[in-house]
């Protein structure tokens, strides 16, 4: 199992699918069928560590850490793993397994129009977003969680988390919006997905396919007049780190 060789800490019983999950994921990627290899997948679940860092830089063999020691070996085996920043408007640090460095975390900011500038009235069918603090490409202030420090700055960018319109399904007619970094995470796998098509991730180490999207996130920034929002590198909050917004225009 990926999350063998931690004695002290035992994994309790929601771990227990969590890490089945990527241990399937590391086996179907050095098994012999070179047909049903995975390479994102979205780590749809945040797990709070309030008061202490989620990430102790050792693939958790230090504090014990099952799920970061699965996470680590999943990702040695290939796979890209993608989570969410959280949605507790803190710094991601106590976060995981947004905060573990071999994973690529998305926060989120607010887009209403698709288009750089800002220049959109905050509205979501109807409702004036600006009621609540959100503007059109600025970062999401009242829910995203941020990136403090150097290390969770180099595997963090942002992508919309707001007023995201879901495809109507059997048991739900009618289109649902949602709102959270969960759903810039979506967008995020979706665009890392396109890397590795696109031969620009998945053919380095684990550590290069995080730093890729990121780096060339940036990059569109800085070449990009205009591009990005509100709390980006180039219109940065004090204090708080929310990353380049998210870029698919090279894959």
């Given amino acids: ?59 958790g063999t230090t504090d014990q850490d099952a799920l970061h020691l699965a996470v ?13 920043a959280g949605s507790f408007n803190v710094g991601l640090a106590m976060m995981a397994p947004a905060a573990y460095d071999e994973v690529l975390t998305t926060t989120a900011m607010t887009d209403v129009d698709g288009k750089p500038g800002g ?6 069918y109807g409702a004036d977003l600006s009621t609540f603090g959100y503007l059109d490409d600025q970062a999401a202030l009242r829910f995203s969680d941020f990136a403090r420090s150097t290390t969770d700055r180099r595997h963090s960018f942002a992508a919309p988390g707001l007023c995201l319109e879901t495809a109507p399904g059997p048991a739900d007619p009618g289109p649902a ?9 979506s967008i995020a796998a979706g665009v ?12 380095g ?47």
């Fill in 72 to 84: 680590c070996n999943t990702t040695r085996a290939g796979v890209t793993l993608v989570a969410s």
């Fill in 1 to 59: 199992m990926v999350g063998e060789g931690l004695r002290r800490r035992r994994p309790g019983p929601l771990d227990t699918p969590l890490l089945c999950a990527l241990d399937w994921l590391a086996s179907i990627r050095t098994d012999a069928d070179t047909h049903n290899d995975i390479a994102v997948a979205h780590l749809g679940f945040v797990r709070t560590h309030f008061f202490q860092q989620a990430d102790d830089g050792h693939c």
């Fill in 119 to 124: 220049k959109a009235a905050p509205t979501c």
């Fill in 205 to 251: 180490t684990p550590a290069e396919n995080v730093r890729t999207p990121v780096d060339d996130a940036a990059s569109q920034g800085r070449h990009r007049p205009g591009y990005g929002f509100f709390g980006d590198p180039l219109q940065p909050i004090r204090g708080l780190f929310y990353g380049p917004l998210v870029s698919a225009a090279l894959y």
């Fill in 177 to 185: 919006l949602y709102a959270g970094a969960g759903m810039s995470a």
């Fill in 192 to 203: 890392a997905a396109l890397c590795v098509d696109a031969g620009r991730c998945g053919t």
